[in-house]
């Protein structure tokens, strides 16, 4: 082997040479060029290796020595060398071997030597061939299994891991639990910092996780902003409750990133094998619905999933299905409750309630489907069908002979930020005729407050052309006094919170209070909310609120129930 070694050696920039020439005769430079030092590297680290390979090997027993050698090492030239293309690697060491073959034929070897080194030459480079294979295939598994952003087991791999970890839970008898993660409100950091530091922040928080689990325990990026982590052998259900606690506490630090320091918190949703699931499909749905009641329950918090959650998680699928034809459907009803003068019980105004009548469920809240219109996108179209409604029904009820009333519509955040918002209400009180003074358009503090100053400038706009303004709900938000200076607002709506405990809750009656006398200040007029009993009307009316609005009077009431106690001129 060291004669072979050394032709080898001394010959170096003849290999090199008939290697370049070998490129240019097959029409090499098809293939994306490289550097020459890249070139120069690889040829000299495949010299190198050649040689720690050979020189110490038995011709007699060296073709299964050198394979058995090449197979287990990990390093090799080429393997891990981002620089090098598969293609151009296969086509240089294909030269390569040519040339040391060349070699060994312009030799003064015998003719037994020069067969037998021909064939040390193949074997060392068939080997190395069936390394590259095998490297390449790993990689293209390890690719397709893996998560190219932060490395995690992708969902390919986690679903071969987790049906593994039943085979076994099976076997032994015991626990598997599925946690699963999503990240709190993450959007908003691409949406305002970019993806690139989203992207950043996801790596950071993808290896916080992996530190804290240990094998054969896997956490997988499901995608997105999702993670997965399979407990695959869990002695009990509290064991899963502390890890899931575990994971929260490691959110309580910041990530940074390029100069970024930023808080992330986590819902975590929880569902055990066999309990909740004898599949792996069961076992992930499931926990991806404790995962999103654990949102509703507020965020920042884990959740184990139950029946309910299932039983909920259906009911709201079905609605949303369903919701997305309830306009056209004509499924949409308005109640109207009556706003009373505290002084002469006299019906002065009334609030649109809108309501869903569902043709399986009856009539839903809005508190179940608002939300869901939200998320949807669809509470603008249903934000303006209430307004035409309710404009339109007013009007009908005057025309009929009935004394004028204002009807109060509630806003939501997406309808005030439209573009043309002001025209659209102005084009709907010409349609239905509605004189402008006969419209009250409710907004709360969270709705007014998004776009403060896109607020005051649409708002000044319709009250200047006669629609009233008012602030509902006033007293569970920032009730920021500077900005309620700012705005053009007509009343304000004491939050029935603060009516339910008038007579009971000193603080509460000291805000109530404070509430009425500013707005008395700011010449507003004032509506207590939620009034339901005989003390609560004595409280409010001793605090001089002007109107108010509750079940002691009245319940939202159909358009007929309402026009009846009109017609009978119904007073407090």
């Known amino acids: ?202 790596s950071g928080i993808a290896q916080r996780i992996k530190g804290i689990i240990s094998q054969p325990d896997t956490v997988s990026r499901w995608g997105g902003d999702e993670f997965i982590i399979l407990l695959s052998e869990v002695p009990t259900t509290e064991d899963a409750l502390k890890f899931s606690k575990k994971i929260l506490n490691a959110f309580e630090a910041p990530f940074e990133y390029k100069g970024y320091r930023l808080y992330v918190t986590a819902s975590i949703g929880i569902a055990f094998y066999p309990q909740h699931g004898e599949d792996t499909n069961t076992v992930l749905k499931n926990a991806d619905m404790a995962m999103y ?88 179209p249903i934000g303006e069908w209430v307004l035409y409604t309710a404009c339109t029904q007013n009007k009908v009820w005057q025309d009929s002979g009935l004394s004028p009333l204002r009807v109060a519509v509630n806003l939501s955040a997406h309808q005030l930020q439209q573009s043309g918002f002001v025209e659209r209400v102005m084009s709907v009180l010409e349609e239905t005729g509605l004189e402008p003074n006969y419209l009250d358009l409710e907004i709360t503090e969270s709705v007014a407050l998004q776009n403060i100053e896109l607020t005051i400038e649409k708002l000044n706009a319709l009250q200047e052309r006669g629609v009233h303004i008012s602030m509902d709900d006033f007293g569970t938000g920032y009730s920021s006094l500077s900005y309620l200076m700012r705005l053009p607002i007509n009343t304000l709506k004491i939050d029935r919170s603060f009516v339910k405990e008038i007579n009971t809750n000193t603080k509460k009656v000291a805000i109530a209070d404070a509430i009425v006398s500013m707005a008395h200040s700011l010449k507003f007029k004032v509506i207590a909310e939620g009034v339901e009993n005989h003390e609560q009307l004595h409280c409010v009316r001793t605090r001089k609120c002007d109107e108010i609005q509750g079940y002691l009077f009245s319940k939202p009431l159909t358009t007929e129930a309402f026009e009846k106690i009109l017609r009978q001129d119904k007073r407090l």
Request: proline fraction near 2%; glycine fraction near 4%.
């Open 293 to 380: 009641s654990a949102k509703e329950k507020g965020r920042n918090t884990f959740q184990i999933y139950t029946s309910d959650i299932n039983k909920k998680s259906f009911e709201k699928l079905m609605l949303t299905n369903d919701l997305r034809h309830a306009l056209e459907r004509d499924e949409f009803v308005l109640y109207y409750q009556p706003q009373v003068n505290i002084y002469t019980g006299k019906v002065v105004g009334m609030e649109a309630l809108i309501r869903w009548q569902h043709p399986e469920l009856g009539l839903v809240s809005p508190a179940s489907f608002i939300p869901l219109a939200e998320d949807m996108g669809l509470i603008v």
């Open 1 to 202: 082997m060291q004669k072979l070694c050394q032709l080898i050696l001394s010959n170096k920039q003849w290999l090199f040479n008939r290697i370049i020439e070998y490129t240019i005769e097959q029409s090499y430079s098809k293939y994306e060029p490289i550097s020459e030092e890249c070139f120069q590297k690889w040829f000299q680290s495949m010299i190198d290796f050649f040689v720690e390979v050979v020189k110490n090997i038995n011709i007699h027993t060296g073709l299964a020595s050198i394979f058995n050698i090449i197979l287990s090492i990990n390093k090799i030239p080429g393997i891990c060398n981002e620089d090098i293309a598969l293609d151009q690697l296969l086509i240089r060491h294909k030269y390569c071997r040519n040339s040391f073959l060349d070699l060994i034929l312009q030799s003064d070897f015998s003719q037994e030597e020069a067969e037998k080194y021909h064939c040390m030459v193949e074997s060392f480079f068939d080997s190395i061939e069936i390394k590259y294979a095998k490297y390449y295939q790993d990689k293209i598994y390890y690719q397709t299994c893996h998560d190219s952003l932060t490395g995690l087991p992708n969902r390919k791999l986690l679903n071969e891991r987790m049906n593994d970890a039943i085979d076994n839970a099976q076997k032994k008898e015991c626990m598997i639990a599925l946690l699963f993660i999503d990240l709190d409100d993450f959007k908003s950091i691409n949406d305002v910092l970019g993806h690139d530091i989203g992207d950043g922040i996801l």
